[in-house]
Nanobody, 125 residues
Framework: VQLQASGGGLVQVGGSLRLSCAAS????????MGWFRQAPGKERDFVAA????????GSADSVKGRFIISRDNAKNTMYLQMNSLRPEDAAVYYC???????????????????WGQGTLVTVSS
């Protein structure tokens, strides 16, 4: 599976952005997918994850109620709708996929095998 994240950019505090993650291949719906982010000088942190069907989701406490993860398996694409953005949300956002055998919405980056190249989100105050 090859992943390509897009949709990052500059947004003001309180604004919104929608990130997309386009996947190649025919197995997209079998993969649990996730979003992670990494700010300069910090570790890569879990943001949200979604099951293959889209029926189960999970997110970090820091983004609950503001970010929504979704997917469209017909389009081989995952999304992250980010609302009420804060300065601390600024980071490079990465999309990732677990192996098709994975059935748990894990938060650990080491359980995700495939990674996109990242898209930069900048939040200005």
């Amino acid at each position: 599976v090859q992943l390509q994240a897009s949709g990052g950019g500059l947004v003001q505090v309180g604004g919104s952005l929608r990130l997309s993650c386009a996947a190649s291949g025919r197995t997209f719906s079998r993969h649990i997918m996730g979003w992670f982010r990494q700010a300069p000088g910090k570790e890569r942190d879990f943001v949200a994850a979604i099951s293959g069907s889209g029926g189960r989701t999970g997110s970090a406490d820091s983004v609950k109620g503001r970010f929504i993860i979704s997917r469209d398996n017909a389009k081989n694409t995952m999304y992250l709708q980010m609302n009420s953005l804060r300065p601390e949300d600024a980071a490079v956002y990465y999309c990732a996929a677990r192996n098709p055998t994975g059935s748990t919405l894990t938060r650990s980056s080491v359980t995700y095998v495939y990674w996109g190249q990242g898209t930069l989100v900048t939040v200005s105050s």
